[in-house]
Structures are given as structure tokens and as C-alpha cells.
């Protein structure tokens, strides 16, 4: 079992910048994929990023350029890193952890959830 709690959301405005943690515990992190899901009232729950274990990054199309993910194996915890928010990121932000053996980091199969960071970007 591996337990992740989110941290970091917040309020801010268009433009902005904010850096979400996603720390693990229970088991060590190193053989799994990490990912961030965000999802918006009555909507699916979308991919955002993820990592691999090796450090291998993937970005929805709508983070590139903007977010950049990272991991810290050692201290079992990921973190998102957001610049030049805009309102329409505006979403709960979820972390989230499967095996490496799962596949395409972007398919959400994932088998462990943190309870979500709200992030609210006004304009």
C-alpha cells in the first residue's frame, strides 16, 4: 500500500506561479510511476504529468512549456511546479502512483490517490 497526501494548492491570480508536493509513504516510491490528474467540478479527471522512476517527465499538451514535474526518490515525494497559471487551471490537483509494468504513464489506471489540492487561479 502506498499512501500520498497532497500540498501546495492555493488561491492565486492569472500569472502566477505554484509548486505542489505529493509526499509517499508506506513503500519507497522508486519503482513507481508518479503522476499528477487534475479535475474540474462534473468533469473527468484529466492527466497533467507524470514521471518515471528514472526521471523520465510527460506533459499533457496543456503543461508544456509552463509545468515541470520532478521526484525525490529518497524522500519518497513528487512536486509539480507551476508557472503562468491561468484560470482554466483552476481544478482539484491529484497525485497519484502505479507500478512502472503499468504502462503509458498518460492512461489513467493508476493504483493509489492522494485526497486532492485544490488550485484556483482568478483572472
Known amino acids: 500500500q502506498v499512501q500520498l497526501v497532497e500540498s501546495g494548492g492555493g488561491l492565486v491570480q492569472a500569472g502566477d506561479s505554484l509548486r505542489l508536493s505529493c509526499a509517499a509513504s508506506?513503500?519507497?516510491?522508486?519503482?513507481?510511476?508518479m503522476g499528477w490528474f487534475r479535475q474540474e467540478p462534473g468533469k473527468e479527471r484529466d492527466f497533467v504529468a507524470a514521471?518515471?522512476?528514472?526521471?523520465?517527465?510527460y506533459l499533457a499538451d496543456s503543461a508544456k512549456g509552463r509545468f515541470t514535474i520532478s521526484r525525490d526518490n529518497a524522500k519518497s515525494t513528487v512536486f509539480l511546479q507551476m508557472n503562468s497559471l491561468r484560470p482554466e487551471d483552476t481544478a482539484v490537483y491529484y497525485c497519484a502512483a502505479k507500478f512502472e509494468l503499468r504502462g503509458d504513464p498518460h492512461i489513467n489506471n493508476y493504483d493509489y490517490w492522494g485526497q486532492g489540492t485544490q488550485v484556483t487561479v482568478s483572472s
Open positions: 514521471i518515471r522512476w528514472s526521471g523520465s517527465p
Open positions: 508506506g513503500r519507497t516510491i522508486s519503482l513507481y510511476v
